[in-house]
């Protein structure tokens, strides 16, 4: 199985600011990364697929990069809304496995 | 819009089998792969397989023996079945469907999800 890192655990930040959230492949999966979004209580939603494409719907603010096996997700200009955990998933080979979650909190 | 409901009983007695069904409206459920993830209480995501138009199944292999995934595309649903059940296997289960291949196989839309207990 593809084993998927996040880092840090947890992040504490405020209104305003720009957040980076990094993600590690165990191995290679190209460019076959996706990000999702959690808020308590609610399901994932997808943010980012192929590690740097918006999906519809998801505000400008959002944007990921990386291949291979180390990713990124970046937030600019943090807004309340933003304040949840954030996942990335391989879809590269199955078992499609997740990262352990990275919890942005308001600092 | 397409839209995934989960539905099933939300209390399963120990070494029994969970049976879940997700229906999907909104789009045809012959076009795509449809999946199952869950997530235990305060805990991450894990996968648990998926079943595609033309009845191909993956499973997760920490689960493979006692999960079987099917589809009614009549009823436009997906099933989950999970035999053996244990305390372990409490979680809230999703089902989601997987976008296509020119957009790297995400998870691209999910139900609400259910939160199903194991417990006598």
């Known amino acids: 199985d593809i084993q998927m890192t996040q880092s840090p655990s947890s992040l504490s930040a405020s209104v305003g600011d720009r957040v980076t959230m990094t993600c590690r492949a165990s191995?290679?999966?190209?460019?076959?990364l996706n990000w999702y979004q959690q808020k308590p209580g609610k399901a994932p939603r997808l943010l980012i697929y192929t590690a740097s494409s918006l999906q519809s719907g998801v505000p400008s603010r959002f944007s990921g990069s990386g291949s291979g096996t180390d990713f990124t997700l970046t937030i600019t200009s943090l807004q309340p809304e933003d304040f949840a955990t954030y996942y990335c998933?391989?879809?590269?080979?199955?078992?499609?496995?997740f990262g352990q979650g990275t919890k942005l909190e308001i600092k | 819009q397409v839209q995934l409901q989960e539905s099933g009983p939300g209390l399963v007695e120990p070494s029994e089998t969970l049976s879940l069904t997700c229906t999907v409206s909104?789009?045809?459920?012959?076009?795509?792969?449809w999946s199952w993830i869950r997530q235990p209480p305060g805990k991450g995501l894990e996968w648990i397989g998926y079943?595609?138009?033309?009845?191909?199944?993956k499973y997760n292999p920490s689960l493979k023996s006692r999960v079987t995934i099917s589809v009614d595309t009549s009823k436009n649903q997906v099933s989950l079945k999970l035999t053996s059940v244990t305390a372990a296997d409490t979680a809230v289960y999703y089902c989601a469907r997987v976008g296509g291949g020119n957009s790297g196989y995400p998870l691209d839309y999910w139900g609400q999800g259910t939160l199903v207990t194991v417990s006598s």
């Open positions: 191995q290679s999966i190209t460019t076959y």
């Open positions: 079943i595609c138009n033309s009845g191909s199944t």
């Open positions: 998933q391989q879809s590269y080979s199955t078992p499609y496995t």
């Open positions: 909104g789009g045809s459920i012959s076009s795509y792969c």
